[in-house]
């Protein structure tokens, strides 16, 4: 089982990235992915949720109306399309998985996650 996840960069105020999390070793279609970030300094946040269902939870508020996540499972891949980026969303982007068939996204924010992508860093330039 793993996760790849990729596509950050350095990018201005105001402008747009798409993250992929690409997984392998397991289908996509009965697992729900959570994105997490982590700050220079600050602990470890949950981001959004993709679950099974393919339902989109937000944990973060300030992300509302900003980032939203997809899934395609043919790909076995998800996406963390964000917009409006903002210096504060500078940080290193994860994707987590607990690879626990019809886990809800509220059960892997809780949970000791069993696997990581390696983290893409996203920088914003104010």
């Known amino acids: 089982v793993q996760l790849q996840a990729f596509g950050g960069g350095l990018v201005q105020a105001g402008g747009s990235l798409r993250l992929s999390c690409a997984a392998s070793g397991f289908t996509l279609d009965y697992y729900s992915i959570v994105w997490f970030r982590q700050a220079p300094g600050k602990e470890r946040e949950g981001v959004l949720c993709?679950?099974?269902?393919?339902?989109?939870?937000y944990y973060a508020d300030s992300v509302q109306g900003r980032f939203t996540i997809s899934r395609d499972n043919a790909k076995n891949t998800v996406y963390l399309q964000m917009n409006s980026l903002k210096p504060e969303d500078t940080a290193v982007y994860y994707c987590?998985?607990?690879?626990?068939?019809?886990?809800?996204?509220?059960?892997?924010?809780?949970?000791?996650?069993?696997?990581w992508g390696q983290g893409t860093l996203v920088t914003v330039s104010s």
């Open positions: 993709t679950s099974y269902s393919n339902d989109s939870t």
């Open positions: 987590a998985t607990d690879v626990v068939p019809w886990e809800s996204c509220d059960d892997i924010i809780r949970a000791d996650i069993d696997y």
